[in-house]
């Protein structure tokens, strides 16, 4: 084998190997393995570990993707599978001397759980299959056979005849979706979209009360953190000012409800209707105050200012200070919820109706001022802010707009969620909850509302329901930030461009792929 | 088609050169007032706390002042904010208390002192040892960091590495969390060099006492930083980084290689981290996860503050920015909660007043 | 409303210890093509930006149709009746052709954001009155059919038009363009001069251009002045300035004179001979 080869065989394994030494180092295999009896059926109670034959798949699995994915991308059959399966090898290889150390350690009964905590007696015996002195071997044949497997399959599959099979697949079921779509008559078409949303109305009206009061917790959770997307997305995707401060406006906005609906620090009761708009004001004012001295301020000085910005403001909530006022680290308890026509409106199914009408609303102004002078504005100072100006767009007016209407979303979503939760607090609005939306809009699709819709989903919703992960779900989003920047830049759903004019190159975008247009 | 002139000419306003200066002097009045208030009025303090403030905050803007000098280099040098430097001094920090723990661990037994351990028998190795571990550590994981996170995104626009860099941040804090779980842990100093003893100097007929651990910090800060500023000024490598700061791909046509430049400017940056967490570690001694964060953000201010780009203006924002996080709750009258309050609310001053920085920016690229 | 476009007088314009404009005096005619020329680094974008109000000058006021608009900023003299276009051509790389005019027509537009979000008969009207003029000025500069092109994907020479589209779009009085003719070939050039004496003739704008190529100054100027070292040293119709020695050896160098004249004696004797 060539040097080039030999290299990235080793290379390659070498990475795989630690990948899995590193998932044995954070105690993630017993957590695999639990998910892994999860699709069998098997549910593993808490606190304990699933029976070892789990462990064995989670293991075969991993060796099997390692084959995989390492066959070499071109040349005969024989050296792709061969590139698959030494790479594996080399792999299982490493695991196994790493395993020796793990063999030295459970033999002579040395617990280094204080330094390490997933290296405890028990854990390293069970990623060894329970085998002791044996494991080793057990590892590397593992890694041989279904890295072997895995090589194979692969090669196999991206063979001419699979991949012709695909393309035809995916052909017809294209020109299925275009007759079928070209038999609605456009009456249909046109009116269609009023129909869907009528239809969506009356889904959300029935769903809330259907699905329980957890999945209404959780995606009341997932739309409240859209809103804030959205608002988000107005003052970095639209008008391109990085903003890393941004739950000092939904602390603002939360402690507006907070603090004129509740008994403790001043037994104010307002009323959940004056106190939102009330807590959308303050957002606003918030947004004037301390967007109208930062205006002059480039892109990352204004991220690093608005994230001290937003620290002051939680620091400030926390302390003893203000605790008078705000109720210091505490946080405001028993906030009252909303009356409709003098009755309480403050179930949680209530509570979706009123974050259903919100995420609408927001969604709604989006879009409005998205294709709008104002929108196209926004864009035209993100794209370059000197131009915009020599082009008559008032610079100071339109970040400071677009700050306060941004900080009018959070506020928004604050209020509601204050009140929703009947309490809120300093910890409520850490610099973790600016960054969380900051991802969910990138992540999720700049400028995209399906895209920030996803985003909110994938990270409030989904870990919400993948329970067992709980304690690696901030390791996964730190990982899933990275190489989402990584791949997709452009989110999950990236958004796509409003239309003016039937162009001929309509015709052509099939055939343009984005990234020939983009080498001109 | 007629010209477009509005007439009588609208005069136009510009508020922020009213507001600015006004705003500003009714902050400082309001300072010089309290501190008056402070040293003259109810002169409750005796020069001893301030001496004794005076020195922490030295010992703290020194720290800052490593933490800082690695920013402001990644700044200078990518135009991008290394979100996740401050869990490279995190992680720093936890090797050295590895080191630490293990040198009291083995055993070597003297005819004095049959428990004695490796730590107490040689103290100045083990030092030597936690720090050369701790810079080596950290300057791997920038290393890496660099090479998975930051590398393949070199052209992409500012956004995206910064959500990389917050990723990146996550990913190091959560991997300490669960290696070594949330288990709060403290240095364990050497003997000779434990925390809280310290020379007792006598200012008005009380004891002040300066830390050993501080002043060691100081003479290995003072040191680190002459190193860096000899590199940088006086050797091939220090030009390089230089060049590739300036303009990347004209550094690149003069035959440097930029990538081992960034890569080295990285182990660097991560280096000093490192021996600013063990320094850290010494001297106030808790060790957990997410330790690394908030003086993360607080040394950022502080290269901001010296003008992001600018060496030198790192060195001195980390030392004013620790002086006045020390001193400046006492001398203002305000509850010690608030000090991070005070490194916040200066960042925005001197931003909003001089967006250079105190010492200018020295910035690579084109201003738009 | 004096019969004057522009008028500056003795304007400066001083970074630190260099001083990039000296003391210009401009007078340029409404409806006139006038060209401001002179070797690199004289000043000419410099002073370009003073007038668009990118730059404050440090002494001497700027009168665009008799008001002062020096000191104002950029946005604010754009709405007055300035538009300008870029030596490096600035678009909004990301929006479409059509978008980008659109932006153009900012200061002619009347809705706030609340007309929007409410989307009231006013807003939409405007909207579409955009709409059809982004689409007036697309065909004006022969763009038709590239509409939904995103600016960063168009041909340079099609960035240029949609520059001058965007530059059109706000009804300016005065349109100030920086080397129009930057990267072009004699064919491309020859267009561009015909289309900007139609600006001039069918919109009835005036016009300062800044260029390099010779040809298309002296082909399209009623009037040039020379910046060399940001001091004006002559000023006159193309002629007089082809003729005038100091333009010849600021461009040439000491003793350039005298070997231009060299060279035009020779070639006349060829001619004659």
């Known amino acids: 084998m060539k040097n080039q080869q030999r290299r990235e065989v080793i290379q390659k394994g070498l990475i795989f190997a630690l990948l899995i030494i590193f998932v044995l180092a954070i105690g993630f295999h017993e957590i695999a393995a639990a998910l892994v009896s999860r699709v069998f059926g098997v549910s593993v109670r808490r606190g304990s570990v699933a029976e070892l034959r789990f462990m064995m798949y989670f293991f075969g699995l991993y060796a099997f993707v390692t084959g995989w994915a390492n066959i070499r991308k071109e040349g005969s059959w024989q050296q792709k599978f061969l590139q698959g399966l030494l790479t594996s090898a080399v792999a299982g290889f490493v695991v196994a001397i790493f395993d020796l150390l793990l063999v030295f350690l459970v033999s002579n009964s040395i617990d280094i759980r204080q330094y390490l905590t997933a290296f405890s007696i028990p854990s390293m015996s069970y990623f060894l299959f329970e085998k002791g002195q044996a494991g080793p071997l057990y590892h590397l044949g593992y890694f041989i056979v279904f890295g072997g497997l895995g090589a194979l399959l692969h090669t196999l599959w991206i063979t001419e005849m699979v991949q012709q099979a695909f393309e035809k697949t995916k052909g017809f079921i294209k020109t299925f979706a275009t007759k079928a779509s070209d038999a609605i008559p456009n009456v249909v078409k046109k009116y269609g979209k009023y129909l869907l949303l009528l239809v969506a109305a009356i889904i959300m009206y029935f769903l809330p009360r259907m699905w329980g009061s957890y999945i209404n917790f959780v995606v009341g959770l997932v739309g409240l953190y859209v809103i ?293 | 088609m007629t010209a477009k002139v509005k007439s009588p000419q609208v005069k136009q306003r510009d508020l922020g050169k009213i507001i600015r200066p006004i705003f500003g002097a009714l902050v400082a009045a309001y300072i010089l007032w309290r501190l008056y208030n402070v040293f003259i009025v109810e002169a409750k303090y005796g020069p001893q706390v301030w001496v004794s403030l005076l020195i922490s905050g030295l010992i703290i803007g020194a720290v800052y002042s490593l933490i800082a000098i690695g920013y402001t280099l990644v700044y200078g040098i990518l135009l991008m904010i290394n979100f996740a430097h401050g869990e490279v001094v995190m992680l720093g920090i936890y090797a050295g208390y590895f080191v630490f723990e293990a040198a009291k661990a083995i055993q070597v037994p003297s005819s004095l002192n049959p428990e004695l351990v490796f730590a107490d028998a040689y103290p100045a190795l083990s030092i030597f040892i936690a720090f050369i571990i701790g810079m080596g550590v950290s300057a791997t994981v920038g290393f890496f960091l660099e090479k998975i996170a930051y590398r393949p995104l070199r052209k992409a626009p500012r956004l995206i590495p910064l959500i990389s860099a917050i990723g990146a941040s996550l990913v190091l804090q959560n991997v300490a969390l669960l290696l070594f779980s949330p288990q709060l842990r403290n240095y364990n100093n050497p003997t000779v060099m434990a925390r809280g003893n310290g020379w007792k100097m006598i200012i008005n007929e009380t004891p002040v006492n300066v830390p050993y651990t501080g002043v060691f910090t100081l003479i290995l800060s003072v040191v680190l930083m002459l190193a860096l500023l000899y590199l940088v000024r006086n050797t091939r490598l220090g030009k390089a980084m230089r060049a590739v700061a300036l303009d990347k791909d004209t550094a690149a046509l003069m035959g440097i290689n930029v990538n081992h430049t960034i890569s080295s400017t990285f182990l660097i940056s991560g280096a000093l981290a490192g021996a600013a967490g063990v320094m850290w570690g010494l001297h106030n001694g808790q060790v957990f996860n997410t330790v690394g964060f908030i003086p993360g953000i607080k040394a950022f201010t502080a290269a901001v503050l010296g003008g992001i780009g600018n060496i030198p203006g790192a060195m001195l924002g980390g030392m004013f920015l620790g002086l006045v996080e020390s001193v400046g709750p006492t001398a203002l009258g305000i509850s010690f909660q608030l000090k991070d309050v005070i490194a916040f609310a200066i960042l925005i001053a001197i931003l909003i007043f001089k967006p250079s920085g105190i010492l200018g920016e020295v910035l690579a690229e084109e201003k738009v | ?240 300035i082809q003729a005038n020695e100091r333009v010849i050896e600021a461009y040439l160098g000491p003793g350039g004179a005298a070997l231009a004249k060299k060279y035009q004696n020779r070639r006349r004797n060829k001619q004659d001979a």
């Open chain 1, 228 to 520: 804030a997307g959205i608002g988000l997305n107005i003052i970095v995707g639209l008008s391109g000012q990085l903003m890393l401060g941004y739950a000092a406006f939904f602390a603002i906005g939360a402690y507006s409800v907070a603090l004129l609906n509740a008994p403790e620090p001043h037994n104010i009761l307002l009323g959940f209707w004056p106190s939102i708009i009330i807590a959308i004001v303050m957002a606003i004012l918030a947004g004037i105050l301390l967007g109208l001295p930062l205006m002059g301020l480039r892109g990352d000085y204004l991220a690093i200012v608005t994230l001290g910005f937003g620290e002051i403001i939680r620091i400030l909530l926390k302390s003893d200070l203000l605790e008078n006022f705000t109720g210091g680290p505490r946080g405001i308890n028993d906030i009252k919820g909303p009356t409709l026509f003098g009755r309480p409106f403050s179930n949680d199914i209530q509570f979706m109706y009123i974050i259903f009408i919100a995420v609408a609303l927001s969604i709604f102004i989006y879009q409005r001022l998205q294709d709008s002078r104002t929108g196209r504005a926004w864009l035209s100072i993100k794209e370059d802010r000197i131009a915009a100006q020599a082009t008559g767009v008032s610079l100071r007016k339109y970040k400071l707009l677009a700050l306060c209407i941004g900080a009018a979303f959070a506020g928004l979503a604050g209020g509601i969620s204050a009140a929703r939760n009947q309490f809120t607090g300093p910890n409520d609005h850490s610099l973790l909850v600016s960054m969380n939306v900051l991802s969910i809009v990138i992540v999720g699709g700049v400028n995209s509302i399906p895209g920030i819709i996803l985003g909110a989903f994938t990270l409030k919703g989904l870990p919400e329901i993948l329970r067992e992960v709980e304690n690696y779900r901030q390791l996964a989003f730190g990982a899933l930030l990275i190489v989402m920047m990584i791949k997709r830049p452009n989110g999950l759903w990236p958004a796509t461009r409003p239309l003016y004019e039937k162009s001929h190159c309509l015709e052509n975008e099939e055939l343009n792929t984005g990234k020939e247009r983009k080498n001109d």
């Open chain 3, 1 to 240: 409303m004096t019969d004057l476009i522009i008028q500056t007088n003795h304007v400066s314009k001083i970074f630190g210890g260099l001083t990039a404009v000296n003391q210009v005096d401009l007078e340029i005619p409404r409806g006139s093509i006038y060209a401001i020329i002179g070797p690199n680094g004289a000043g000419k974008t410099t002073l370009f930006n003073c007038i668009s109000g990118f730059y404050t000058p440090e002494h001497g006021e700027i009168l665009f149709q008799g008001y002062p608009i020096q000191g104002f900023t950029t946005d604010f003299i754009a709405g007055r009746g300035i538009s300008r276009t870029y030596q490096n051509i600035r678009l909004f790389s990301n929006l479409t052709a059509v978008e980008n005019i659109m932006v153009g027509q900012h200061t002619n537009l009347e809705t706030a954001w609340w007309d929007a979000i409410i989307s009231s008969p006013r807003y939409r009207r405007e909207n579409q009155k955009a709409r059809d003029n982004a689409m007036h000025w697309l065909n004006f500069v022969g763009l038709n059919g590239y509409g939904d092109f995103l600016a960063c994907n168009l041909p340079y020479g099609m960035q240029r038009r949609l520059e001058l589209a965007r530059a059109l779009a706000s009804d300016p009085a005065l349109i100030l363009l920086d080397e129009p003719t930057a990267g072009m070939n004699p064919q491309e050039s020859e267009e561009m001069m015909a289309f900007i004496r139609m600006i001039r003739e069918k919109l009835e704008k005036s016009i300062i251009l800044i260029e390099h190529d010779m040809r298309v100054v002296m082909g399209i100027s009623d009037k040039i002045s020379v910046l060399d070292y940001g001091t004006k040293i002559a000023e006159g119709s193309p002629k007089e």
